[in-house]
């Protein structure tokens, strides 16, 4: 295979890692700990995994000998850069244990467990993989592993090829049933123990033991690369605003990270909208504010960043969406009526005389291609795919609306050109950041000790992380311990709490703070491409999220 310049250079850099995992490894427990919320129905939910004492890991001079063990991989959910070191530094954490412990990595994600897909994973196969972007190693998918006849199918394959654990990388969804599944394999007396590592591009998976998830560093790091440019090309051409949305589901975590590192005029917080519970003419108000302040000083240019859960967020937006989740469900008598339209525009109407007077209000109110991809683009269940609304272009539509009347009652002089972008996928397989590279080898290396130690039902944790990766704290967190009861589908269910974006945190005060003078004046900041090689200020840099987040 001819790999780049750039992926050969890159091959040969040998992550960091904290002091305590660089020889032998001594286990501290600290006290019992207790689920974030809901206790007494955690606690029945997992009578062999509940309370589990934090771990931390500090270094010592007793080695201990270990039996050769056997580990499965899998790794869950949308890519995110760094999954190859992961696996590298469970690989390596293993074979330090023993040189004849062995890792199987199961294929195309969770499903290659229940279907019996594996392969070894062996020293050579792993060099090509070393500090690469991708999850290409062995794939990755969206199965959820949530049945017992899952679980059980799983185990068949386990106990074949004699893997004493499994590590499973994965978002809050997939460390929620890592840690079903460590329940039941407890319960059951498997002799397999299951360990999570947190992934996720988009940030959501963090609390106090668990300070970011990975890839979220590099992800944000490309899409500001992206942006700097274009902000640059904005204040050369003075003709265009871009729209921009930004990847990261529900959370905001992206967008905020990415307005602190380039500054642009309007960067849109899903949550504030929610806590503000602000309607979308609110939004294009604020917007077309900030379009016509800066007209009037001749810039008629700019750059807004819009998250990608924005529509869910809104409330008049967010009971449209579940007002046609239920009427065009699948398999509904309206959802046969609506599909037998062939022409768009009369299925919009029809749609219109089915929905609350509200809901039709709104809906006749947005621009066709949105009212189609509300209607049309809808996923396996017929449900709204959010995700695939262009919001940008939305928001461009009435705001472009909003501005001809401003300027009809004299308020707006610009002139109003646009452009619409969709960042997302070009950052989820970047070649992981130096950070990125360090932090999830060391995140697979926590995994292994957390494995050789017999632990089950932990997150491997890594913290400190704004420090030199010397002094970074790794150990283990129970996954109980951040769970609460919340309703699923129906049910309550026992889940990881996915974090939002705090409008009380540093990082989203410190956008407060600045986005007025921001929203006029042109501050862009061009944080350029990701560097591997060169001044530490510049290479080893963390998220301005995590430096804010730690500054206490
Ligand atoms: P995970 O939560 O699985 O890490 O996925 C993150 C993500 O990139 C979201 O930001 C995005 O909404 C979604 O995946 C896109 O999913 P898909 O890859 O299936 O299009």
Known sequence: MTISALQQARAQYQP?????????????????TESVADQAEIKELFPNTYGMPLLTFEATDAATSVDPVNVGVILSGGQAPGGHNVISGIFD???????????????GGPGGLVDHKYMEITADYLEGYRNTGGFDIIGSGRTKLEE?????????ILKALNIKALVIIGGDDSNTNACVLAEYYAAKNAGVQVVGCPKT???DLKNEMIETSFGFDTAVKVYSELIGNIQRDANSAKKYWHFIKLMGRSASHIGLEAGLQTQPNITLISEEVAEKKQTLGEIVDYMAGIIAKRAANGENFGVALIPEGLVEFVPEMKALIAELN??????SESEAKFKSYTDKAEGRAFVSSILSADSSKLYNSLPSLIADQLTLDRDP?????????????????????????????????????TQFHFFGYEGRCAA?????????????????VLIGSGKTGYMSSVRNTTAPADEWIAGGVPVTMMMNMEKRHGHMKPVIQKALVELDGAPFKYLAANREKWAVETSYLYPGPIQYWGPSEVCDRTTVTLQLEQTK
Do not use: W
């Open 16 to 32: 960091k890692l904290p002091k305590s995992l660089k020889g032998a490894v001594k286990i501290v427990e600290g006290a019992a």
């Open 93 to 107: 954490g293993i074979k330090k244990l023993n040189a004849d412990s062995k890792l199987y990595g199961f294929l």
């Open 148 to 156: 017992e006849a899952q679980f059980d199918k799983g185990l068949e």
């Open 201 to 203: 591009i988009d940030g």
């Open 326 to 331: 239920d009427l065009l469900a699948e398999g």
């Open 381 to 417: 269940h017929g449900n709204v795919q959010v995700s695939l609304i262009e919001t940008e272009k939305l928001l461009g539509e009435m705001v472009k609306t909003r501005l001809a009347e401003l300027k009809a009652e004299g308020k707006y002089v610009g002139k109003f050109g």
């Open 432 to 448: 992981p950041s130096n950070f990125d590279a360090d932090y999830c080898y060391s995140l697979g290396y926590t995994a292994s």
